[in-house]
């Protein structure tokens, strides 16, 4: 079956995504991993510092599946899956990005993002006060939805047991990383799938990609945020479906 590559997003682990692969098994064979495994992944011979870690990383995870694959990212690894396939479309046969971004932060030309400053703070806090960052953080991510205090928490302790060192680098991503002027370069079969309501990554952030790569679909879900895969696995997992079925033959499904 055609792979298909799940990335969580930051602060997250592989299993926050599980019940979206689970729905996709029928579909294609799934590979679920967090964004903050993948550094550990990139081999040591033939490193490229024109990406970043996390897209080096994602590289030699896809080299390891030997074939062609759709990269689906939510979030942060959204990012990184565009990242990816806008310096090696060679090893990616298409790109899902759900809740994603070119760019997380504002600028002068770029409004469609948060303030430098809020992923900076965030770092900086972390060592400190590591529950109170994340919880305001998971609090935005499940808005407009108000989740009881369990389901805040349980994302807390998952989240507090990724490395802190880590947590800061993928902060640290998202204040640089800046893929606008890469957006022309992509050339494989795009979906991007948005929340109407994301507090976290605006939705004029999805319709700049559409508007920017060639060929792409956009699709938006109404009264659902930043969750919308955690929320709604069923119906993420209906695009992807229709997105597999579209662009790539019976053939690739049933390898």
Not at 66 to 72: D, L, T
Not at 113 to 121: F, S
Request: hydrophobic share 40%; glycine share 10%; proline share 4%.
């Amino acid at each position: 079956m055609l792979p298909v590559i799940l990335i969580s997003g930051w602060a997250t682990r592989a299993d926050s995504l599980f019940p979206l692969g689970d729905d996709l098994s029928q579909t294609a064979s799934v590979h679920t991993v967090s964004l903050h495994d993948l550094p550990g992944l990139i081999k040591t011979d033939g490193d490229d510092d024109r990406v970043s870690q996390y897209a080096s990383g994602l590289l030699s995870y896809i080299q390891n599946l030997k074939g062609r694959c759709i990269v689906a990212g939510w979030s942060t690894g959204a990012i990184v899956a565009l990242e990816t396939a806008a310096y090696y479309q060679n090893q990616i046969a298409g790109i899902v990005m759900i809740n994603g971004t070119a760019r997380f932060c504002t600028d002068r030309s770029y409004e469609f993002g948060r303030p430098e400053v809020i992923p900076r703070a965030m770092s900086q806090a972390l060592s400190i006060a590591g529950h109170t960052v994340l919880t305001g953080f998971f609090t935005d991510v499940f808005s407009p939805f108000v989740p009881d205090g369990d389901e805040i928490s349980k994302s807390v302790e998952a989240a507090l047991g990724i490395d802190v060192k880590e947590l800061k680098a993928g902060l640290k991503y998202l204040r640089e990383v800046d893929l606008r002027d890469r957006l022309k370069n992509i050339a494989v079969p795009t979906v991007i799938i948005h929340g109407r309501e994301d507090a976290i990554v605006p939705l004029g952030a999805g319709q700049y990609l559409a508007d920017n790569i060639a060929g792409s679909e956009y699709v938006i879900f109404d009264s659902v945020g930043h969750d919308l895969p955690l929320r709604y696995p069923g119906k993420v997992k209906g695009v992807i479906r229709r997105f597999i079925e579209h662009y790539f033959s019976e053939e690739d499904v049933a390898k």
